[in-house]
């Protein structure tokens, strides 16, 4: 054979695969994100994300530690009131149930960098994530209130927030409203490119937030584009976010790599409740095996340029990274 090139050379063994692997996955850029409820004594599970709990703040330490020990190093809260009203006014009450949970993380687990996600739809009656005007999301009034639920978080003791409400100019007033309040250091991570998906679906049953009436295409944007995603990254860029988040992961890898390639700042990618539902029903089916699968979507997800991926299997993945299969 003439064969110069082969390039099953350098895929051999074990060894000379890692050593010439291009992506390299580390377990300090995993977020795990998890659901805070009022109650007590609670560990429920979501029904369409087995495996997933809601847990009331007094039982949060078992996960916590759980995800300490296994080096996951970040955790994003998201609250479940246990009332909601058209205001959402328990997104931003100094005792609403995520500030509760952030005073319980910050003395459970100090070390633990706690990010705080930055929405209304957990609390409001009507399910959207701002407040209402003649049946829409009245855009400039809600901006307000999302800058007094950053505050709250972080007075709380959340280290970073991470806007997910698709509102224009939020990042612009959450950095004045914690500057104005002295917490110029405190990082915004802006869920930027965020689309109006399906893979929400799971989410919604366990936040109980799916819209009363309508839908979210108002706001998040329409997942036939591209261009867009641009737009707003860079938006978000001038009005002083310092991480930018594309979401859901997978199905947008190409998102991921364009806003990696085109915006210089650190790309974080969420890989949804609907990524994990899909991947534990069809696990459970025994159609797939559940640790390859999981293994495979993160890495996609940093390949294609994420430097932070905030998933479901952060633990999980955690423990893959320490056994080899991925890292
Ligand atoms: C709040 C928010 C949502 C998710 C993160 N923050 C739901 C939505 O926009 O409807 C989805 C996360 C997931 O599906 O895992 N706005």
């Known amino acids: 054979m003439e064969l110069i090139n082969r390039p099953r050379r350098l895929r051999q063994n074990a060894a000379l695969r890692k050593m010439v692997r291009e992506t390299r996955m580390d377990k300090s850029s995993l977020i795990y994100p998890m659901f805070v409820a009022e109650g007590n004594n609670l560990k429920e599970e979501i029904p369409s994300m087995p495996g997933q709990y809601r847990y009331s703040v007094d039982r949060m330490e078992e996960k ?51 990010i705080g996600d930055v929405c209304m739809c957990e609390y409001t009656s009507h399910g959207h994530c701002g407040v209402l005007q003649k049946g829409t999301v009245d855009n400039d009034r809600t901006l307000k209130l999302l800058a007094e639920t950053a505050l709250s978080q972080v007075q709380a003791g959340a280290d970073m927030v991470a806007p997910s409400d698709m509102m224009d100019g939020r990042v612009l007033a959450i950095r004045r409203k914690l500057d104005e309040y002295g917490y110029i250091n405190t990082p915004i991570m802006s869920y930027a490119v965020k689309f109006a998906s399906s893979f929400y679906g799971p989410f919604r049953d366990a936040a109980g937030s799916a819209p009363s009436f309508g839908d979210r295409k108002s706001y998040q944007m329409d997942y036939h584009n591209r261009r867009e995603a641009w737009k707003e990254a860079m938006l978000d860029v001038e009005e002083g976010a310092d991480l930018i988040m594309v979401k859901p992961a997978m199905a947008y890898g190409d998102l991921i790599r364009e806003i990696r390639d085109s915006i210089h700042l650190p790309v974080a990618s969420y890989s949804v409740s ?28 940093y390949r294609a340029g994420t430097d932070l991926y905030i998933s479901y299997f952060a633990k999980e993945l955690a423990e893959c990274m320490d056994q080899g299969i991925i890292g």
């Open 64 to 114: 916590l530690t759980e995800l300490c020990e296994a080096g996951v190093t970040s955790v994003m809260l998201f609250g479940i009131p246990a009332q909601k009203d058209e205001m959402g006014s328990g997104a931003y009450a100094s005792d609403g149930i995520v500030q509760k949970a952030f005073r319980k993380a910050k003395e459970v687990c100090p070390k633990l960098y706690l």
């Open 274 to 301: 609907g990524e994990y539902a899909m991947v534990k029903a069809a696990s459970q089916a025994g159609f797939v095996d559940e640790t390859s699968i999981l293994c495979e979507m993160a890495a996609s997800a």
